[in-house]
């Protein structure tokens, strides 16, 4: 459920940047980050009462292959709620960017022990993992937005370094292995995410850009019109919480298309960049309201549970 926090909070982090290049108003950005407040808000207590009432399956989530990796979006979203709150608050901002990107270099190290421990079944992996070992690459948006630029540096260095050995494995497992069950599906939208922010925040972090820097954006925007053809029937699918991965990579792609459309200002980018963000917002309205209805219903969470 954490993915809400990063779809919501990473939408009007794409959107409040839009601001000046699309006619996007001030007061549409600013919902989206009240929600992500909202959702983060609710969410810590939750997960700490389930800490204090189900230990053992918290620990099972920090262990467990298949899911840990999505344990990376506690703090990854931390840190875009930290940036959403910049104009308001910004000393609780910058604090609750620094305990986002400490948990997250935790999270790391951790995962890394179980990843150099070896014994990790190929098909337990999924675009989970890009969450908690690539996670880095996220902060420097939200850290540029609170003055912290230079300290993001370090978590940006670290995850784009790792991540072209990330990116192969889970694209190994997608390629190789048995395909996921319907309900996991939309996590084939992860990988739009490497590419995407190594751009954005690569071209933010360093004020110019590079030809291969570009070439990852176009590979985004490549992969993207593959993963909707890929994921046509997507409605068909079990709607669960994983739903929610259809979301940030969308939000992760439209602020690398706002980023490209202000360094190449022409009408294509400008279109492509519209275009992007557009489709961020139905994704993330589409997967907010089911998400909401499936909560009033009780069945949220039955389809996880069949997978």
């Not at 989530?61 to 703090?75: K, S, Y």
């Not at 959403?84 to 995962?111: E, M, N, R």
């Not at 908690?132 to 784009?160: C, Q, R, T």
Request: proline share 8%; with cysteine.
């Amino acid at each position: 459920m954490y993915g809400a926090v990063m779809g919501l909070g990473g939408l009007g982090l794409a959107c409040r940047g839009a601001e000046g290049l699309l006619p996007v108003p001030p007061l549409f950005a600013e919902i989206w980050v009240a929600l992500g407040v909202v959702m983060l808000a609710l969410l810590i207590p939750a997960y700490l009462a389930k800490l204090a009432r189900h230990p053992a399956a918290v620990r099972e989530e920090f262990v467990h292959p298949a899911h840990l990796g999505f344990c990376g979006a506690l703090p990854v979203g931390m840190t875009l709620v930290a940036g959403g709150l910049a104009p308001y608050a910004h000393a609780l901002g910058v604090a609750l960017w620094w305990a986002g990107a400490g948990l997250l270099l935790a999270f790391q190290v951790w995962a890394l022990r179980l990843f150099f421990g070896g014994g990790i079944p190929v098909a337990e992996v999924n675009g989970g993992w890009f969450i908690i070992m690539i996670g880095g690459i996220v902060l420097p948006g939200p850290a540029l937005a609170l003055g912290l630029g230079g300290a993001s540096e370090l978590f940006f260095g670290l995850s784009a370094t790792i991540a072209p050995i990330v990116v192969a494995l889970v694209f190994y497992r997608t390629v190789a292995q048995p395909p996921l069950p319907p309900v996991l599906r939309p996590t084939w939208f992860i990988f739009l995410v490497p590419p995407s922010l190594i751009y954005a925040n690569g071209v933010a972090l360093s004020g110019s850009t590079s030809l291969f820097l570009n070439g990852l954006f176009y590979l985004a925007l490549a992969l993207t019109p593959a993963l909707l053809i890929a994921s046509r029937r997507f409605l068909e699918w079990p709607f669960a919480a994983s739903w929610w991965a259809f979301t940030f990579p969308l939000d992760a792609l439209a602020s690398a298309a706002v980023q490209h459309a202000r360094l190449e200002p022409s009408p294509l980018w400008r279109l492509v960049a519209a275009a992007t963000l557009a489709l961020a917002v139905a994704f993330v309205a589409l997967v907010l309201a089911r998400t909401v209805s499936a909560f009033l219903r009780g069945t949220l969470f039955a389809a996880l549970k069949k997978a």
